[in-house]
């Protein structure tokens, strides 16, 4: 079960136990090793396992899931975050010429690279960005955007990444490359993106530092009025690739899981949903419920089962709650539909005592109502579709399930909805209408 946890906590309990772990394990190395005899091993253990223990105890302090995630941008996509990322590491190396010569802190550092070369070249360029990328943008930033507006989302998980290097001197680069970072990952919901981009970065300083033998900027040997001129001309470049490519980006498709292990429900809904927006069942997180139901309207069961889900993955999920409504029953089944004769009730026992119940009944109006939530970053929005009929008093059909052989909906030609083909239910069904409404929702928001 998720706990709930706002960005303080989200930041401070993964840094917490960074830090706790890194200090005990510091502190256990001293006793068997002097500073210039740890071996490399030790060392990229010391840095690994912290972010490690980090990764395993947010995740359970928060009862968050994590989910298969080898996905990549489209090739456009794709290249165009490489190339716009040089004029931004050309900004923070130009920015770090700025500044005063590396502190003695960082010595340990370049120590590591040039007395463990292989080890060094494992932690910084392979262990890094995995493990890196991993806690502040997939866990931390990930789920930040199931709570805040992205921008806000962004800065805080770059604020993290930045006071997690502990020092000004990488803090500064950190700071800049984690929002570029972390604006990729927004549009992209791509871990492996991030990585790659990380892996540039690291491999790239880890090759600077091992030839030249220093954490220094090379590019404070140039005149500072070149340095500025530079600046700006990086700048200007990144400000306008990262136009370009923000309106590239807002145009990819988002992915929507679905909160339901109903595979007809699922067919209709993809069925319903034009091409260019991604639904996938929740099964394809690992999850296979059960989801909450213990809301007593349908709005409330919807609205419940879509944000279980979401909380639990940081993701963006859609959720339905159908309910047959008879006036004679005084709106039942309703929010029972699927439980009308008991909790382990098949849907031929839902039909049968429906059928009893209305044995004696002449006025046999009905209405079908699907409520469908969205819930997409961090707001969730609500979308009702109806269809009024009458409950047959014999089933009638092969097709449909649920109550489908007993609804005969009024705009049709007195089948019931078992009779009809998928085709031509979903023209008028209450899903049908539920959808329309959230695919022009959709549609809205991608036009804009």
Excluded: C
Excluded at 355 to 383: C, M, P, W
Aim: proline share 6%.
């Amino acid at each position: 079960m998720t706990r709930d946890y706002n960005a303080l906590t989200l930041v401070l309990v993964p840094l917490g136990a960074l830090l706790a772990t890194a200090l005990l394990l510091q502190a256990a190395v001293s006793l068997f090793y002097t500073p210039d005899s740890v071996p490399g091993f030790v060392m990229a253990l010391v840095y690994a396992l912290p972010l490690t223990v980090a990764i395993w105890w947010t995740l359970r302090r928060f009862g968050i899931r994590l989910y298969p995630d080898f996905s990549l941008p489209p090739p456009k996509v794709f290249w165009g975050i490489v190339v716009l990322y040089i004029p931004l590491m050309w900004i923070v190396e130009i920015i770090s010429s700025f500044l005063p010569p590396t502190g003695k802190s960082l010595e340990a550092v370049l120590n590591f690279i040039t007395d463990h070369p292989g080890w060094s070249f494992l932690t910084i360029v392979i262990l890094a960005p995995l493990l890196e990328e991993l806690l502040f943008r997939r866990i931390i930033l990930h789920f930040l955007l199931k709570k805040y507006p992205p921008a806000r989302a962004v800065v805080i998980s770059a604020l993290a990444f930045a006071f997690f290097h502990f020092n000004i001197w990488q803090g500064i680069g950190a700071l800049i490359l984690g929002l570029y970072l972390g604006y990729v990952y927004w549009r992209t919901r791509s871990y492996w993106m991030t990585v790659f981009l990380h892996f540039i970065t690291n491999a790239t300083g880890f090759w600077s530092i091992y030839i030249h033998q220093s954490l220094d900027s090379t590019a404070s040997q140039v005149p500072w009025e070149a340095r500025l001129a530079a600046l700006t001309l990086s700048a200007a470049l990144f400000y306008w690739g990262i136009r370009r490519l923000d309106r590239l980006m807002a145009r990819l498709p988002r992915t929507y899981y679905l909160a339901s292990g109903n595979p007809h429900k699922i067919r209709e809904l993809k069925a319903l949903i034009p091409e260019g927006y991604r639904i996938r069942p929740m099964t394809d997180l690992g999850f296979e419920g059960p989801l909450p139901e213990t809301g007593r309207t349908l709005e409330e069961n919807s609205r419940q089962k879509a944000l279980y889900l979401a909380r639990l993955y940081g993701v963006d999920t859609l959720a339905d709650d159908t309910g047959l409504e008879t006036e004679a029953l005084d709106g039942k089944p309703g929010v029972h539909t699927a439980r009308f004769a008991g909790p382990d009730a098949d849907d031929a026992k839902n039909r049968a005592l429906l059928l009893e119940k209305l044995k004696e009944v002449d006025n046999r109006r009905a209405r079908f109502r699907t409520v469908i939530t969205l819930s997409e970053g961090h707001r969730v929005y609500q979308f009702e579709g109806k269809a009024e009929g009458h409950i047959a008093r014999v089933p009638a059909g092969e097709g449909g399930f649920g109550y489908d052989p007993l609804f005969v909906p009024d705009e049709g030609d007195g089948r019931t909805y078992a009779e009809m083909t998928e085709e031509e239910k979903n023209r008028t069904s209450h899903r049908a209408k539920a959808v329309r409404q959230l695919v022009e929702f959709l549609r809205r928001r991608f036009s804009a």
